[in-house]
C-alpha cells in the first residue's frame, strides 16, 4: 500500500541555520510528490511538487527538494530559515490510478529560535 | 480565479447535531476531494467526485457523513448526529481534468463539536 513517512514530528533550529525535512514514500511506480506549508489554524500552501525530470526542484519561499528513487525519499531544503517559517510541513504522494487522491504524511511541525 | 473556498470557516457545534458544510471550487475543476484532518495529524482522504459523480469514499466516512455535488460544481458535507470525535478540519480541493495530479486547496472549516 502506498504510504508517506515523515520521521521528524518536530523539529527546532535558529533562525539562519539551515533546514532539512526528511520524507521517505512506499510506491511502486513514478511517485508525484508534493511538500505542503500549514501555518496555524490555516489551509495548506504548496511550497513545491515532483512529477518527472530534474530531480532538484525548486519551490516558493526559498524551498527546494531532492528526489531520490534508490532511496525513496524527497527531502525538503531551505539554506537559511526565518522566523517567519515556523510551521507544519507535510509531505505528499498522489495516487495514479482512479481518483489521484493524495495521501500524506503526518507532518512536521518547525520551531524557529530567535 | 478566485481560488477554492468552503464555508464556514469555523463552525462549533453540540454534539448530537447536523452540521453541513460547503465547498466552491475553481470553475472548471471536473474533480473535488474531501479530506479530514485531526490534531497532529496529516489530512485524510474523504471522498472523491468527478463531475457530479461520487466515485469513491474512504471507509473514514461513515454512515453518519454523506457528500453531494448536485451539478457538477460547489459540494456539500454533511455529518449527522455530530460525534466529538468529528472534531476537525475538513478540506476541499480541487483539481482539473488536464492537470489531475495538482489540487488546490481551500481554507478549510474548523469543526469543533462541544
Known amino acids: 500500500a502506498q504510504s508517506v513517512t515523515q520521521p521528524d514530528i518536530h523539529i527546532t533550529v535558529s533562525e539562519g541555520a539551515s533546514l532539512e525535512l526528511r520524507c521517505n514514500y512506499s510506491y511502486g511506480a513514478t511517485p508525484y510528490l508534493f511538500w505542503y506549508v500549514q501555518s496555524p489554524g490555516q489551509g495548506l500552501q504548496l511550497l513545491l511538487k515532483y512529477f518527472s525530470g530534474d530531480t532538484l526542484v525548486q519551490g516558493i519561499k526559498g524551498f527546494e527538494a531532492e528526489f531520490k528513487r534508490s532511496q525513496s525519499s524527497f527531502n525538503l531544503r531551505k539554506p537559511s530559515v526565518h522566523w517567519s517559517d515556523a510551521a507544519e510541513y507535510f509531505c505528499a504522494v498522489a495516487t495514479t490510478s482512479g481518483t489521484y487522491k493524495y495521501i500524506f504524511g503526518t507532518g512536521t511541525r518547525l520551531k524557529v529560535l530567535a | 480565479d478566485t481560488g477554492v473556498s468552503q464555508d464556514p470557516r469555523h463552525k462549533i457545534t453540540k454534539r448530537g447535531q447536523n452540521v453541513t458544510f460547503r465547498c466552491d471550487p475553481i470553475s472548471e475543476h471536473n474533480r473535488l476531494y474531501w479530506y479530514r484532518q485531526t490534531l497532529g495529524q496529516g489530512p485524510e482522504f474523504l471522498t472523491y467526485?468527478?463531475?457530479?459523480?461520487?466515485?469513491?469514499k474512504s471507509r473514514l466516512l461513515s454512515d453518519r457523513f454523506s457528500a453531494e455535488r448536485p451539478k457538477g460544481s460547489f459540494s456539500t458535507l454533511e455529518i449527522q448526529r455530530t460525534e466529538q470525535g468529528d472534531s476537525a478540519m475538513y478540506l476541499c480541493?480541487?483539481?482539473?481534468?488536464?492537470?489531475?495530479?495538482?489540487?488546490?486547496f481551500g481554507p478549510g472549516t474548523r469543526l469543533t463539536v462541544t
Open positions: 480541493a480541487s483539481s482539473s481534468g488536464t492537470n489531475t495530479y495538482e489540487q488546490y
Open positions: 467526485f468527478q463531475n457530479e459523480a461520487q466515485l469513491e
